[in-house]
């Protein structure tokens, strides 16, 4: 028995729909879990304090400024470089070995587990270029583990302008790189911002590539510079949840660990959809 146009049609935004509804369900009960479970520890304490006694009590201050610097010092040595190589490969590029090395270099790194780039990072900025186990080795380890995708999703953006656009500008006699400043790039930020959006979760919860470049176990302290070690969120949850020594008594802390790094993540990704908005209504006028 075949099914008429109007049929599969239906059948399919019901799968559409089914699926949807799947993934939403799977994401609110997770989010639900943490929450109920990590609500009854936060307290302005658990946000201020230190850790204490190899962190079985006391707060989580030093691994939540950690996971800040960290996202900020990844994300300022990643966007700019995402967006001008993606500028390069859209803009000015033209098609031949090259152009499909580099794109199928990006591809590659897209899919390269990040205990990979751990290592890399170990070898290159930890060990080769003398940082260390360091704030500053790390940020560089996440910004080339967030790189592909940036780069990916700003390519895709500037795909989107209209040529229009270009040709537009091109014929007033402005100059190609004037025309991709001033024309081209406000034009993409949109899309380019989903980019973004997803390398900051990325990187407020990678833990293989930080351990192996400079997250420490117990630091009750913040780094005074960038080539201080440091604490994080996602480390010392997975420190608390599998290697601690009393698992089951510091079990309250871990969800709220786990609740404050959702926090973090939701309200950054937040600020980066609020700009996203911002220029795609200003695009509209």
Not at 231 to 247: R, W
Request: proline share 5%.
């Amino acid at each position: 028995m075949f099914f008429t146009p109007k049929i599969s049609e239906k059948l399919a935004f019901a799968t559409l729909k089914l699926c949807m509804a799947l993934v939403l369900a799977f994401v609110s009960i997770l989010v639900i879990y943490i929450v109920v479970n990590g609500y009854s520890v936060l307290s302005l304490d658990f946000i201020t304090q230190m850790p204490m006694k190899r962190m079985t009590e006391g707060g989580i201050y030093p691994a939540i400024v950690g996971s800040l610097m960290l996202i900020g010092l990844s994300m300022a040595f990643a966007i700019p470089l995402g967006i001008l190589s993606a500028v390069y490969l859209n803009e000015y590029s033209t098609p031949g070995r090259v152009s499909w090395a580099i794109e199928m270099a990006i591809n590659n790194l897209a899919g390269t587990p990040s205990v990979v780039f751990g290592l890399f990072g170990l070898a290159l900025f930890v060990k080769y270029f003398g940082f260390g186990a360091s704030l500053l080795s790390a940020s560089l380890t996440l910004a080339l583990l967030i790189l592909p995708v940036i780069i990916r999703a700003s390519k895709e953006a500037l795909m989107t302008v209209p040529q229009e656009y270009r040709e537009a500008s091109l014929a007033l006699g402005v100059t190609k790189w004037q025309t991709t400043r001033k024309v081209i790039l406000p034009a993409a930020i949109p899309g380019m911002m989903t980019g973004i959006i997803l390398s900051i979760g990325r990187v407020a919860g990678e833990t293989a590539p930080i351990l192996l470049t400079g997250a420490a176990y117990f630091l009750p302290r913040i780094p005074d510079s960038v080539f201080s070690q440091f604490m994080a969120l996602p480390y010392h949850l997975f420190v608390l949840a599998t290697s601690g020594t009393s698992i089951t008594q510091t079990r309250p802390i871990q969800y709220g660990t786990a609740l404050i790094l959702l926090l973090i993540v939701v309200f950054m990704n937040s600020i980066a959809v609020v700009i996203r908005r911002h220029y795609r209504n200003k695009l509209n006028r």
